[in-house]
């Protein structure tokens, strides 16, 4: 079994910057992509970003581009997003999740997922 654990959510203002972590544990995993995605109340779950992990190409939504940026530490088991220039509408819970199979990394179709992190941000 694997498991996710995000974390470094918080209560920001616009414009502030947050980076999230999520770490993998359990057994050895090498997913075929890692992602992270976001819920708001009252909306439906969105992927924000991913990243494949035999070429680490990246995928951002067109809502966060240039502002987010995700990475991996493959040694450490290890998946972060750094947010700059946060809006109010960047308010939501930030899931991590892995993909095990080949399959398109830019979809809300992945099979392992953290318990989330609270993201706000007032402004």
């Known amino acids: 079994q694997v498991q996710l654990v995000e974390s470094g959510g918080g209560l920001v203002q616009a414009g502030d910057s947050l980076r999230l972590s999520c770490t993998a544990s359990g057994r050895a995993f090498s997913p075929y992509a890692m992602g992270w995605f976001r819920q708001a109340p009252g909306k439906e779950r969105e992927i924000v970003t991913a990243i494949r992990r035999i070429d680490g190409r990246t995928y951002y939504a067109e809502s966060v581009k240039g502002r987010f940026t995700i990475s991996r530490d493959n040694a450490k088991n290890t998946l972060y997003l750094q947010m700059n220039n946060l809006k109010p509408e960047d308010t939501a819970v930030y899931y991590c999740?892995?993909?095990?199979?080949?399959?398109?990394?830019?979809?809300?179709?992945?099979?392992?997922w953290g318990q989330g992190t609270q993201v706000t941000v007032s402004s």
């Open positions: 999740a892995a993909k095990s199979w080949a399959d398109s990394a830019f979809t809300i179709v992945y099979d392992y």
